[in-house]
């Protein structure tokens, strides 16, 4: 194959990946996408496997945090929602400060799992620190065994005044509104003969969600 030709190919497969729609766990573009990565297997004459498991897919309805008349939309993170309706009101400051809820600006993931096992508030509020602006999500490690406080995760763009806030200790109120809807969502799987049969298996996954 030509580098031509090898980029004509990836440049297909995206277009195809994007024409999918989202490719959220448990949606239509998720299952979408495992139908085709079916198809992409049996065109290199192997066999698919469709192994297919059931999940509580949650959806959000509302995440916000409300002080005064300014809102600021952001999203929970999952395995901190035990409640699927949770309005917390009350003083906003910094983590392990005597607020109702907390603040904390957030440069690694584990970090942020320290301080949900050890903090004294109803809520967290957190903004992940970045280079580019934005809203970077944090995955949900413990998604099987989740636990609180709730934890709202906002843009870095809106921390500057949410710090503001957390210095005055403004009266706020975190709203995290969720449903739980069941689906049935599937790994798509092949096996591949190697040269060398005497030798341990390589298995690769990858997600197909992003």
């Known amino acids: 194959m030509t580098l031509k030709e090898q980029k004509q190919r990836i440049s297909k497969i995206f277009e195809t990946y994007d024409s999918q729609g989202?490719?959220?766990?448990?949606?239509?573009?998720?299952?979408?996408?495992?139908?085709?990565?079916?198809?992409?297997?049996?065109?290199?004459?192997?066999?698919?496997?469709?192994?297919?498991?059931?999940?509580?897919?949650?959806?959000?309805?509302?995440?916000?945090?409300?002080?005064?008349?300014?809102?600021?939309?952001?999203?929970?993170?999952?395995?901190?929602?035990?409640?699927?309706?949770?309005?917390?009101t009350g003083s906003l400051g910094w983590f392990n400060s005597n607020a109702i809820l907390g603040s904390s600006l957030i440069s690694k993931d584990q970090n942020l799992e320290k301080?949900?096992?050890?903090?004294?508030?109803?809520?967290?509020?957190?903004?992940?620190?970045?280079?580019?602006?934005?809203?970077?999500?944090?995955?949900?490690?413990?998604?099987?065994?989740?636990?609180?406080?709730?934890?709202?995760q906002i843009s870095n763009e809106s921390w500057s005044w949410v710090e503001q806030m957390a210095r005055e200790n403004a009266e706020v109120t975190l709203i995290i509104r969720s449903i739980r809807t069941k689906v049935t969502v599937f790994n798509v799987m092949t096996h591949l003969e190697g040269k060398q049969s005497d030798l341990s298996p390589l298995i690769i996954t990858t997600p197909r969600s992003g």
Do not use: C
Request: glycine residues 8%; aromatic residues 8%.
């Open 22 to 88: 989202i490719h959220r766990t448990g949606t239509d573009g998720d299952m979408k996408n495992a139908q085709w990565l079916a198809e992409e297997i049996k065109s290199l004459e192997l066999e698919p496997v469709m192994d297919g498991f059931t999940i509580n897919r949650i959806d959000i309805k509302e995440a916000s945090l409300k002080i005064g008349e300014r809102k600021i939309k952001g999203f929970p993170l999952f395995d901190s929602i035990i409640n699927d309706n949770e309005v917390i």
């Open 115 to 152: 301080k949900r096992h050890h903090n004294r508030h109803r809520g967290l509020v957190i903004a992940k620190k970045s280079a580019f602006p934005g809203l970077f999500l944090i995955n949900a490690y413990n998604f099987k065994k989740p636990f609180g406080p709730p934890v709202l």
